[in-house]
């Protein structure tokens, strides 16, 4: 069982920026790829990006690069740079990791970007 827990969260004002954290219980060396996304308000979740144990990133092209994903293989967390945010970017932000055929999720972080 792979346990992850987020932090970092909180509020902001527009134009501001945050770094969100995914603590993972285990060595990232033993996982797949790990994954970010978020839940706003009345929309559906959303693919943020992913990195995978060995730095490689890719990222939901709609959020013009304001997202920047990395890793730190010594603390085996990974975290979220989120940049010039924006009210519609307020939301849960929560991060998955894949491990052989399973799929385990943090309870997520919340945003609030205020205008």
């Known amino acids: 069982q792979v346990q992850l827990v987020e932090s970092g969260g909180g509020f902001v004002q527009a134009g501001g920026s945050l770094r969100l954290s995914c603590a993972i219980s285990?060595?990232?060396?033993?996982?797949?790829?790990m994954t970010w996304f978020r839940q706003r308000p009345e929309k559906p979740r959303q693919f943020i990006g992913n990195?995978?144990?060995?730095?490689?990133?890719n990222y939901n092209d709609n959020l013009n690069g304001r997202f920047t994903i990395s890793r730190d293989t010594t603390r085996n967390t990974i975290s979220l740079l989120a940049t010039n945010l924006q009210p519609d970017d307020s939301g849960l932000y929560f991060c998955?990791?894949?491990?052989?055929?399973?799929?385990?999720w943090g309870r997520g972080t919340q945003v609030t970007v205020s205008s």
């Open positions: 990195i995978t144990p060995g730095g490689t990133t």
């Open positions: 285990e060595s990232l060396t033993n996982l797949n790829v």
């Open positions: 998955k990791v894949l491990k052989g055929g399973e799929e385990y």
